[in-house]
């Protein structure tokens, strides 16, 4: 049972290229999140996904892209990185269940650098 | 909306002492779930505790301790007898119970409290 895995663990981009920080779950969790922390701003939900085909907006979503084509995986996608970006990114995965707060499990994290 | 302060940004104590870490909260729902994590200095988040808003039992896991309190919205954490392995960064999150809300992702966390343990 590996958890949450995140790939890459460190990248560097420029300004205007693209990629895409893969997440992987194995716990059969329906929920899964991406957060972005940044110094003394604690973690922010940029986008969360409640079951395959679902997802929706957290606190900072602009320049973002994500979908949920299976349980497993959450990609999220910078479509023209920024500066601004730079940042480093946290998944999360949980159970997901009406009235009951499950804590999250994240992965490890990636170090994104944008020059 | 809901928002958690953690007012305290630096803590440093000297090993074996005891510290508290305040967390304050604002939530206009009456459920919701207060959490805390731990980030060690290798960057990864830790879960620590859950909480729901119906339960103001104070909790206690070896040399930590959680004291709820709703009436001052607070969800302080106390490390005994503190160790240089407890040196890290503590979050408090807030998650609401909202109708569109299924209990996880709307979660809130505070700035968080960078922890030094002196040895």
């Known amino acids: 049972n590996a958890g949450v895995t995140q790939t890459p663990k460190f990248q560097v981009l420029k300004t205007g290229q693209s990629m895409t920080l893969q997440c992987a779950q194995d716990m059969n969790h329906e929920y899964m999140s991406w957060y972005r922390q940044d110094p003394g701003m604690g973690l922010r939900l940029i986008h969360y996904s409640v079951g395959a085909g679902i997802t929706d907006q957290g606190e900072v979503p602009n320049g973002y892209n994500v979908s949920r084509s299976t349980t497993e995986d959450f990609p999220l996608r910078l479509l023209s990185a920024a500066p601004s970006q730079t940042s480093v990114y946290f998944c999360?995965?949980?159970?997901?269940?009406?009235?009951?707060?499950?804590?999250?499990?994240f992965g490890p994290g990636t170090r994104l650098t944008v020059t | 909306a809901q928002k958690v302060t953690q007012a305290q940004t630096e803590i440093s104590v000297v090993e074996k002492e005891d510290v508290t870490l305040d967390c304050v909260y604002e939530t206009r729902d009456t459920t919701y779930y207060l959490f805390w994590y731990k980030q060690p200095p290798s960057g990864e988040l830790v879960f620590l505790i859950r909480?729901?808003?119906?339960?103001?039992q104070n909790e206690i896991s070896g040399r930590y301790s959680w004291n709820f309190q709703k009436s001052t919205s607070s969800f302080n954490f106390t490390i005994t007898a503190s160790q240089v392995v407890d040196s890290a960064v503590y979050f408090c999150?807030?998650?609401?119970?909202?109708?569109?809300?299924?209990?996880?992702?709307?979660?809130?966390f505070g700035t968080g409290t960078r922890l030094t343990i002196i040895p």
């Open positions: 999150a807030l998650s609401e119970n909202s109708i569109s809300n299924f209990g996880n992702e709307k979660l809130t």
């Open positions: 909480r729901n808003s119906f339960d103001e």
């Open positions: 999360a995965s949980s159970f997901s269940e009406q009235g009951k707060g499950y804590e999250q499990y």
